[in-house]
């Protein structure tokens, strides 16, 4: 059974820096392409980074470029976003989502990330 | 670059069918890009219902399919039911600088 499950998220000021994780399970970590995409409270999906199977290529979106740095580690099954210089805008829950056919078709449960003072 | 433009809300009675639409431009959706639907319940994780514009996942009813013409993605739904109430979100590859773009999500409601 394919399982992504985030952890990291929490309370952080603003200017501050948190790290999330995603465990990936049940698959082929090596083989797949990866995301992190968030949601605000209420609102919408916003897709932030995808990174290659071998780490090659990286995007981001433009609301978050040179700010967070999405990486992975294929022998420990793991898929990272490093988060710099966080504010307000960024408080959201962040997915973890793996890509297949050009879809994201499995997704973790979401790691909540606060920015507040 | 902007959100994908999809309604807000749409509406229909059990049995019926509904169509969602999802209007990019060029550089996405009417683009040779991969378009994708997404199902979402309050309180859960997004699930992937069409891929490559017209492409079910296994396990997904085909009562769901999707379509494109020119720089709009559709995805419809037949024979309503009351557990396809969730919101509905579309999403595209792009040829910008990002790779992915959403739309803003559409709420269906049954009534």
């Known amino acids: 059974e394919v399982q992504l499950v985030e952890s990291g998220g929490g309370l952080v000021q603003p200017g501050g820096s948190l790290r999330l994780s995603c465990a990936a399970s049940?698959?082929?970590?090596?083989?797949?392409?990866m995301n992190w995409v968030r949601q605000a409270p209420g609102k919408g999906l916003e897709w932030i980074s995808y990174?290659?199977?071998?780490?090659?290529?990286?995007y981001y979106a433009d609301s978050v470029r040179g700010r967070f740095t999405i990486s992975r580690d294929n022998a420990k099954n793991s898929l990272y976003l490093q988060m710099n210089s966080l504010r307000a805008e960024d408080t959201a829950l962040y997915y973890c989502?793996?890509?297949?056919?050009?879809?994201?078709?499995?997704w973790g449960q979401g790691t909540l990330v606060t920015v507040s003072s | 670059q902007s959100a994908l433009t999809q309604p807000a809300s749409v509406s229909g009675s059990p049995g019926q069918s509904i169509t969602i639409s999802c209007t990019g431009t060029?550089?996405?959706?009417?683009?040779?890009?991969?378009v994708s639907w997404y199902q979402q319940h309050p309180g859960k994780a997004p699930k992937l219902m069409i891929y490559d514009v017209r492409n079910r996942p296994s396990g997904v009813s085909d009562r769901f399919s999707g379509s494109k013409s020119g720089n709009t993605a559709s995805l419809t739904i037949s024979g309503l039911q009351a557990e396809d109430e969730a919101d509905y979100y579309c999403?595209?590859?792009?040829?910008?600088?990002?790779?992915?773009?959403f739309g803003g999500g559409t709420k269906l409601t049954v009534l």
């Open positions: 989502a793996r890509t297949a056919a050009g879809g994201l078709d499995y």
């Open positions: 049940g698959f082929t970590f090596r083989s797949y392409e």
């Open positions: 060029s550089n996405d959706v009417g683009s040779d890009k991969f």
């Open positions: 990174i290659s199977s071998s780490g090659a290529a990286i």
């Open positions: 999403s595209s590859y792009t040829s910008y600088t990002t790779l992915v773009i």
